[in-house]
């Protein structure tokens, strides 16, 4: 049986000032976004120069924090926000709704395709390869912080977390770095490492994260303030699913079936 190290989660303490693992790997996540895109970038014909990305990522920064701390506040603890508005705040105590983020980086995606004159999926299409790996790199932070852990379990590698109780359980943290994070990402790469119609990478995204998302979703621990939505089984993190999977598989459609009318 495993036990979670209990990680400090302050990776750098200066006294006044102090850096946690969890800002580290939101830093991690840009950088990776920021590198991959340049990759993208320089593939011939992609319609993009290396000096765009970076404004990409800020704006798609901005999008995460925002969407992620709001939609957190909405959809999983807006009885707490109540009672303690600064909650929103302090981000640095976890509390990201990956959902929440998704909804942000659309936003910023629709307000950069405006300003520089793109079809919102030309952008889209863009930065979806450039999103799953930056969500890995956020699940190892709540490794790190020993938060969202899984259910009781008595497979191999199930893990006490001493904060919570004795009991085994799923590191779920893992399970979705791998299967939503990195998993996601190489099939991702690949696909959108051939011509497609427009529209159908971010249709693509939309179907496995919102898959991998609904599939981990059962190995994790539900939010001790919501617990199951519905049936006993049904999470708030596989009720936001839901539609993922289902507007990215109307995107993936709509998006083959324009390519061979124009064709």
Do not use: C
Request: hydrophobic content about 50%; proline content about 6%.
């Amino acid at each position: 049986m495993l036990v979670h190290p209990q990680f400090d989660p302050v990776a750098i303490d200066l006294g006044p000032i102090q850096i946690h693992w969890y800002g580290i790997m939101y830093l991690v996540a840009f950088f990776l976004a920021w590198w991959l895109g340049r990759v993208r970038a320089r593939r011939p014909g992609s319609g993009w120069q290396e000096q765009e990305v970076g404004d990409l990522i800020y704006y798609g920064a901005l999008g995460v924090i925002l969407g992620g701390r709001i939609g957190y506040v909405l959809f999983y603890n807006f009885e707490l926000f109540l009672r303690d508005p600064l909650m929103i705040f302090r981000i640095w105590e976890g509390g990201m709704s990956f959902h929440g983020g998704l909804i942000g980086v659309i936003l910023a995606m629709a307000w950069f395709a405006r300003k520089t004159g793109r079809h919102f999926f030309q952008v889209s299409d863009f930065v979806a390869p450039l999103v799953p790996l930056g969500y890995a790199a956020g699940r190892l932070g709540n490794f790190i912080n020993g938060e969202l852990w899984g259910r009781p379990s008595d497979v191999p590698w199930a893990m006490v977390f001493p904060q919570v109780d004795q009991l085994a359980r799923h590191p779920s943290q893992l399970y979705q770095m791998g299967i939503g994070g990195i998993l996601v990402f190489l099939i991702l790469w690949w696909y959108s490492s051939k011509p497609r119609p427009m529209g159908a990478v971010s249709g693509m995204y939309l179907v496995l994260a919102g898959s991998a998302r609904f599939f981990n979703e059962f190995f994790r621990e539900p939010d001790p303030q919501l617990g199951y939505i519905a049936f006993d089984w049904l999470t708030m993190g596989q009720l936001l699913s839901l539609p993922m999977i289902l507007a990215g598989a109307g995107l993936l459609l709509w998006a083959h079936r324009r390519a061979v009318k124009e064709s």
